[in-house]
């Protein structure tokens, strides 16, 4: 009997579900929207994306080798890279390899490590990364590319993206404006939503991501069926991804039928932008939103009618990382007034009433 | 019949296949039976033998020893050995009172109380009577002493017997077989308590994943109107009171209620049996079947086992192990009670003994809460496990007492749940191990308070008395006012005092 350990507390049982392995899934479940936008956009988007995520994992190593935490356990749990990967996505496909390296230190050393590692951080690492270099550099974070898939005629070929990612050597003719910046530029020149919706890709391109866009959020379908497959291997719930893009498709349809000259259509907000990525993808992520259904309702649709607004009422275009970043400050004062109500007690916990048998 | 949802609840690997196809079968009587006089919640029994006595089988040896107690029996024929202190089945481990029972290897009845022949005209505090007679306690594992459970029906007015057949806990099957095996006599213990209550009904509910137990359990009872056999879903922890009564009845058991005061009283099947025993034929709860079970168990099965065998007996009985158990537990996976000794009896509680190797348990080192949320989404009690543990951490109890730890029932989902497999039970036993006992001490405390403020007062009126008596003897112009006022007040406050 000495051999057995006693442990003074139960479950002698356990789930199967680690930190690594829902970190894995998520990835997964990234995994076909990332490599259809690798191919949209060829080498240097692919150059990129390797640099964020390295650059990512080198920084959580750094910063947990200074604060003497285990590094190799730690990094075993996958979130440098899923942070990584996320920032990655949600930067300009073609920029060069600083703003990669730059947003990476945003995200892991201030947003995560300076907060005290993994589940401490009140912010959403990527989504400050992004920020923060949309912030600091705007002209940088801003150059969109048009679509061009490996191997197509234009593609640059991997020495040219080399020069791309390292050089700086932007070609200026392949630049293209994103759609909610194209529309937002014509709105201050004081051309109708109604017009300026005609140069753009119609809904069904926008739908299969061939646009303009972040590295990695231009494919809804493909987002939306990572984010189906997170939903069925119970990773995240509906609720986030529902009510966010509820509140935004409802607002954004509202006010396009009150103004349509002024304001775009909800399918249009659906479609653009880091919509579907920020719900199924960047709203959901754990350790910066609320922790119960209701309270992941109203964090929802908080960042869904923030969405709406930046992009209709602020300097930028996007709004979703923004709104993310607004909603996660409010998250733990959310949880606060959304917990649960407790078995046998109301809302404000005292016994419930005795109440008479039917 | 139409059932409710309960909140949260997981679904563990449940293993039941392990012993599920075992017959009952009795361990051979071992050399020594050790019977603790604390089996139950309560008081302990008080001994009624001496070393060197000579007991027959079913010989009450220790009796009940308070309002909340219960009796024990002699488990076979033999000499009483030894009336000492030995291992408890706790996870402390700590020595209790026991008794030594040495058998004689006849196994021979004493004389037992004689039958109740009619029981459901029998006037219903007879049947209390027979039931804490002979030493009944919950079987489920709560251990708590029927009688007193089924004496409710005298202070509130009962609807439903509700017989607890869910058995929700992996690895268990002695309720499974003892439903399969034996439900007559399941059924007509169950129909005499529902008599003792005075309800018109008994549902008995059981988990789906017990199919055969409930098409024999429907079977005998489709001869009783009044009886109802009910498959409930697999969900742990269904089997728990407050949870199984919401399932039935739709109906949420108020904190600090029983659901007795929902007009529902729950037993397991085991103990509807053991009633059965002792009302048609007398005889006390001196045996009951337990699941030897585990991966580290070379042969798991259902024995019936004498109370008072020791746990090193029946795992020997059960082939040993056959490979290195990382714990043993006392009762099921998910709210047993790791063991310390395997020198530790089978007491009337034990619904299992488990031997789990390191894979079944599968724990691993804990990491940072990520605030998945999982912990919220599971606890059927509506609980925020990760906010009662961070603040328990910080060793910030009150906040955790106010987010409503000492509602948990540590039914261990939580812990099961968590992906950062953060030993969150064990902080919350810590918390509410901790706050119990501030509790008792500031009860002590106030106790002491209130009486020595009555005793101040009664001094000041005593002054106050003879300061009066004083004064009047003087013209009473000049001293009655500032005593009245001063007597009324101290006579208000030892009232509130008292
Ligand atoms: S299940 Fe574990 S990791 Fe998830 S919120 Fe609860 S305590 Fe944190
Ligand atoms: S152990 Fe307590 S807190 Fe955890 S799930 Fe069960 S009742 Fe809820």
Redesign the pocket.
């Given at each position: 009997m000495s051999a057995t350990s006693i442990k003074k507390s139960g479950p002698f049982a356990h789930g199967y579900n680690t930190v690594q392995k829902t970190m894995f899934l998520v990835l997964l479940a990234l995994a076909p929207a990332t490599a259809f936008n690798l191919y949209l956009f060829g080498w240097p988007a692919i150059l990129l994306f390797a640099i964020t995520i390295s650059a990512c994992v080198a920084i959580e190593a750094g910063c947990l080798a200074l604060a003497g935490k285990p590094v190799k356990a730690t990094l075993a749990d996958c979130s440098a890279i899923l942070t990584g990967w996320l920032l990655a996505m949600s930067l300009p496909p073609w920029a060069p390899w600083w703003v990669g390296v730059l947003a990476a230190v945003f995200a892991v050393a201030l947003a995560k490590h300076a907060f005290g590692g993994i589940g401490q951080n009140v912010f959403n690492p990527a989504m400050v990364g992004r920020t923060v270099m949309l912030i600091s550099f705007p002209v940088s974070m801003t150059i969109w590319v048009a679509p061009h898939p490996l191997f197509s005629a234009g593609s640059p070929g991997l020495f040219e993206a080399f020069a791309i990612t390292f050089g700086g050597h932007m070609p200026d003719t392949m630049s293209a404006a994103s759609a909610l910046g194209y529309i937002k530029t014509e709105l201050s020149r004081g051309i109708a939503v109604t017009q300026s919706m005609g140069q753009l890709p119609d809904l069904m391109d926008m739908a299969l991501g061939k646009r303009a866009g972040s590295l990695g959020e231009t494919s809804a379908l493909l987002i939306l069926a990572g984010g189906l497959f997170l939903m069925f291997k119970r990773i995240i719930s509906w609720h986030i991804p529902v009510s966010m893009m509820g509140s935004l498709f409802l607002i954004a349809a509202l006010f396009h039928a009150i103004d349509p000259a002024r304001f775009t259509s909800g399918t249009f907000h659906l479609l653009s932008g880091a919509t579907f990525l920020g719900a199924f993808f960047i709203a959901t992520d754990y350790v910066t939103s609320p922790v119960s259904k209701l309270g992941q309702i109203v964090f929802g649709i908080g960042v869904g009618l923030l969405t709406w607004s930046i992009r209709n009422f602020a300097g930028y275009p996007e709004g979703v990382a923004f709104a993310v970043l607004l909603m996660n400050s409010l998250a733990p004062i959310i949880d606060q007034y959304t917990r649960p109500r407790a078995f046998g007690r109301s809302r404000k916990g005292e016994p419930l009433p005795l109440e008479k048998k039917p | 019949m139409k059932l409710f949802p309960i909140l949260?609840g997981i679904h563990p690997e449940y293993r039941k296949e392990l012993a599920s196809e075992k017959a009952i079968v009795a361990l051979p009587m071992p050399v020594a039976l050790y019977i603790p006089l604390q089996q139950h919640i309560g008081a302990p029994a008080e001994v009624l033998v001496n070393e060197g006595d000579l007991v027959k089988k079913g010989q009450m040896i220790a009796r009940s020893g308070g309002a909340v107690s219960s009796p024990q029996h002699a488990a076979t024929s033999g000499r009483i050995k030894a009336v000492t202190d030995v291992t408890a089945p706790h996870p402390s481990g700590l020595p209790q009172t026991t008794i030594i029972l040495e058998p004689d290897g006849k196994d021979e009845w004493g004389d037992l109380p004689e039958p109740i022949t009619d029981p459901f005209t029998a006037d219903p505090h007879a049947i209390h009577e027979r039931v804490a007679q002979s030493g009944i306690v919950g079987m489920g594992g709560a251990a708590f002493p029927s009688a007193v459970k089924l004496n409710l029906g005298t202070q509130k007015k009962l609807e439903i017997l509700l017989l607890n057949g869910a058995e929700c806990e992996p690895y268990l099957t002695c309720d499974d077989r003892v439903m399969r095996e034996y439900p007559d006599e399941i059924i007509d213990g169950a129909r005499i308590m529902a008599h003792a209550l005075g309800t018109a009904r008994v549902v008995i509910a059981i988990e789906q994943n017990k199919p055969q137990a409930i098409s024999i359990m429907t079977k005998a009872a489709s001869a009783f109107p009044d009886v109802e056999v009910v498959g409930v879903p697999v969900q742990y922890?269904m089997g728990s009171e407050r949870h199984l009564v919401q399932a039935i009845t739709g109906r949420e058991t108020p904190a600090r209620k029983l659901t007795a005061d929902l007009g529902v009283v729950v037993h397991n099947v085991a103990t509807a049996r053991a009633v059965h025993h002792a009302v048609r034929f007398g005889r006390p709860l001196v045996a009951r079947v337990v699941t030897v079970s585990g991966g580290a168990i070379r042969e798991p099965n259902n024995v019936m086992t004498p109370i008072g065998a020791r746990i090193a007996d029946l795992i020997e009985f059960c082939g040993g192990f056959s490979a290195r158990p990382e714990s043993i537990v006392n009762g099921g996976p998910m709210m047993g009670q790791p063991l310390a000794s395997l020198d530790a009896p089978v007491v009337k509680g034990t619904s299992g003994i488990l031997a789990l190797t390191a894979e079944e348990i599968n724990d691993r080192p804990t990491s940072a809460c990520i605030r998945c949320g999982n912990?919220v989404t599971?606890?059927?009690?509506?609980?925020s496990?990760l906010d009662?543990a961070a603040f328990i951490r910080k060793d910030n109890l009150d906040v955790a007492a106010k987010l409503g730890?000492m509602?948990?029932?540590?039914?261990?989902?939580?812990?099961w749940v968590c992906p950062s497999h953060i030993p969150?039970?064990h902080y919350?036993n810590y918390a509410k191990g901790v706050l119990n006992d501030l509790e008792r001490e500031s009860r002590k405390n106030e106790r002491i308070k209130s009486l020595a403020e009555v005793r101040i007062i009664r001094i000041e009126k005593a002054a106050e008395a003879k300061r009066a008596a004083l004064a009047a003897r003087k013209p009473a112009s000049d001293a009655a006012p500032p005593s009245t006022g001063g007597e009324a007040k101290a006579a208000t406050e030892e009232k509130a005092n008292t």
């Open positions: - | 949260g922890p912990c599971v606890c059927p009690c509506g609980l496990p009662m730890v509602d948990c029932f540590s039914c261990g989902s939580c812990s969150l039970v919350f």
